[in-house]
């Protein structure tokens, strides 16, 4: 059972670029989200889906879009990336009400 | 809003040492609450939870308990070992969310344990 699957692990990007975060969850669970986690401020909500085909904002959506592929699989993607979206990412996912279940990760760095 | 405060780390000990982080939150209406850690290098795990007021958590010698009066969720472990060192996050719940589980998390705090 692999749970949450994040990829990729690690990866740099230059100003302005491009890149899709992946996650994929295999415990059958409507909820997914995406949090970001930067030093001395916890995690913060970027998005969430509740179920397949439906997704809203979070307390810090700006710079991000997301996609609910299906229900394994919820996807950020950052269009034109900043520095001040250096930070790692982690997704997670739930059954209805039950505790989130997080990813291992993603650490992005953009120079 | 709601939110999670808890206490600046990083916190040292000695092995066998009592834990105390404490944890405060300001909610309208009743979440539950939680509490996260994170290993060096990883993922969030779930340590343990609590629902309703009075709750009790517990998992692997660590404790919390719910205390609305207080607006309060400190974890506590009697005798901390090397292998506990990591950060762990107080996390809540909005509840208003529906069938999701939004956490709203505190700024994690640092736990080093000492040999």
């Known amino acids: 059972n692999a749970g949450v699957t994040q990829t990729p692990k690690f990866q740099v990007l230059k100003t302005g670029q491009s890149m899709t975060l992946q996650c994929a969850q295999d415990?059958?669970?409507?909820?997914m989200y995406w949090y970001r986690q930067d030093p001395g401020m916890g995690l913060r909500l970027i998005y969430y889906s509740a179920s397949e085909g439906t997704t809203d904002k979070g307390e810090v959506p700006n710079g991000y879009n997301v996609s609910r592929l299906n229900k394994r699989e919820f996807s950020l993607r950052l269009e034109s990336a900043a520095p001040s979206q250096t930070s790692v990412y982690f997704c997670?996912?739930?059954?209805?009400?039950?505790?989130?279940?997080f990813g291992s990760g993603t650490r992005l760095t953009v120079v | 809003g709601d939110s999670v405060t808890q206490m600046e780390g990083p916190v040292t000990l000695s092995e066998e040492a009592f834990l105390t982080i404490n944890c405060t939150y300001t909610?309208?209406?009743?979440?539950?609450l939680f509490w996260y850690v994170q290993y060096p290098g990883e993922g969030l795990q779930l340590l343990l939870k609590?629902?309703?007021?009075?709750d009790k958590g517990s998992n692997k010698g660590f404790e919390a308990t719910y205390r609305k009066e207080t607006t309060s969720f400190h974890l506590e472990k009697g005798s901390v070992q090397v292998s506990d060192s990591a950060v762990y996050f107080c996390?809540?719940?909005?509840?208003?969310?529906?069938?999701?589980?939004?956490?709203?998390f505190g700024t994690g705090t640092l736990l080093a344990v000492q040999p």
């Open positions: 415990m059958n669970h409507n909820s």
């Open positions: 609590a629902t309703k007021a009075d």
């Open positions: 996390a809540l719940s909005d509840r208003r969310g529906g069938a999701t589980n939004k956490l709203i």
């Open positions: 909610a309208t209406g009743y979440p539950s």
């Open positions: 997670a996912s739930s059954e209805a009400g039950g505790s989130p279940r």
